[in-house]
């Protein structure tokens, strides 16, 4: 019975809210909304890192993910001359203007495309976002509390693992509702260009162009395939991440809140959760960082019959063989320096509004 009671008492929710879905998703939408506009540059230099470790010369010949200053894919052969991608044509990325680091990808960027290039993919990512984060973080509230309400009475020793659990279902269903934005975004971030004032394909241009890459060419179910590449690495990295991220934010989060010894207020709670959650993205995203250059690997890859038949596994030991551990873990300070703030702003957000939706129905 005390194990019982002590079980309950660890795995109460902050605030005991009776709040709609629609609520629920309205807070994390929001949340969402915040966070994407003010981490998109680390998400930018992130992608560009990965792109060009992905382009490293192998064989005397690029391999993938080239930058040309239009940002155009040009279908290369097997039979390219040494120094010149396979997949754009050109030398571009094989000469020494090469980014070097997160700080260089910043400079770089500002230099020859404009500071606004930060924000390249916003659109996307906000249309990402919102309706991600809109889907995960009720459905996670949702699935931990009744599985919470389960454990508690059925079996007290699985309770600690319902945030694993949660998180992973409601990452899932997630991920695969929205996966087409989160291939447009992936290939905007990653191609620059380096004319000012010319604007690059948006969202829809994007993902038109991933299905006819040939301008006049029909489409067909096999290239509507091609909106779904990268799908398995995107789990791959999301379902890991999300199970790290919530079985460290939740107890934490919990215990924090307890030391304060207090009744929760809307200060404690944006505290509570914002250190929490930047603790805990940051250490599931440096622990799902290859997994991450797999996923970005994977969407931008162009040529359609490799995209078709890459697995997640074969891309991880490809870029062993290419970079090593350099490779596996390209772009990973700046994916920490997104993660964190990304979590700790979502969750702080979208638990505070919770409370003052609670409180406001109170009343």
Request: charged share 20%; net charge positive; aromatic share 8%.
């Amino acid at each position: 019975m005390v194990v019982v009671e002590e079980a309950n008492s660890k795995s109460k929710p902050m605030v005991n809210e009776n709040l709609r879905f629609g609520e629920r998703a309205l807070s994390a939408g929001g949340a969402a909304f915040i966070s994407a506009v003010i981490v998109n540059p680390l998400d930018v230099v992130k992608t560009r890192l990965q792109a060009q470790a992905a382009g490293v010369p192998y064989q005397g010949s690029c391999r993938l993910g080239c930058f040309e200053s239009n940002s155009t894919i040009v279908r290369g052969s097997s039979s390219s001359s040494p120094g010149v991608c396979r997949i754009t044509g050109s030398s571009t990325v094989c000469s020494d203007h090469q980014y070097k680091g997160t700080l260089d990808v910043f400079i770089k960027i500002i230099r020859q495309e404009g500071f606004s290039r930060l924000w390249r993919g916003t659109y996307a990512s906000l249309a990402l976002a919102v309706p991600t984060v809109g889907i995960y973080m009720p459905c996670y509230d949702y699935f931990r509390n009744v599985m919470e309400d389960f454990t508690v009475e059925k079996s007290p020793s699985l309770t600690p693992y319902v945030p694993l659990v949660a998180g992973t279902m409601a990452r899932s269903l997630a991920c695969i509702s929205i996966y087409p934005v989160e291939l447009a975004r992936t290939r905007m971030q990653a191609f620059k260009g380096t004319q000012r004032g010319v604007k690059l394909p948006g969202v829809w241009k994007t993902l038109v162009d991933a299905v006819n890459p040939v301008k006049g060419s029909s489409s067909n179910g096999q290239n509507y395939r091609m909106l779904w590449t990268g799908l398995g690495a995107q789990l791959a990295r999301d379902v890991p991440f999300s199970a790290i991220c919530w079985s460290i934010l939740e107890p934490t989060r919990r215990n924090i809140l307890s030391f304060m010894g207090e009744e929760p207020r809307a200060g404690s709670i944006i505290g509570a959760n914002f250190t929490a959650g930047f603790v805990a993205g940051a250490v599931a995203a440096a622990a799902t960082c290859p997994l991450d250059v797999a996923k970005t690997r994977r969407q931008i890859e162009k040529d359609r019959d490799r995209a078709m038949k890459m697995t997640t596994r074969q891309t991880l030991a490809e870029i062993w063989r290419d970079g090593g551990m350099r490779g596996m873990f390209s772009g990973a300070g700046a994916r920490v320096g997104r993660a964190g703030p990304s979590v700790a702003i979502v969750v702080s957000f979208y638990e505070v509004v919770k409370y003052g939706l609670h409180h406001f129905h109170q009343q």
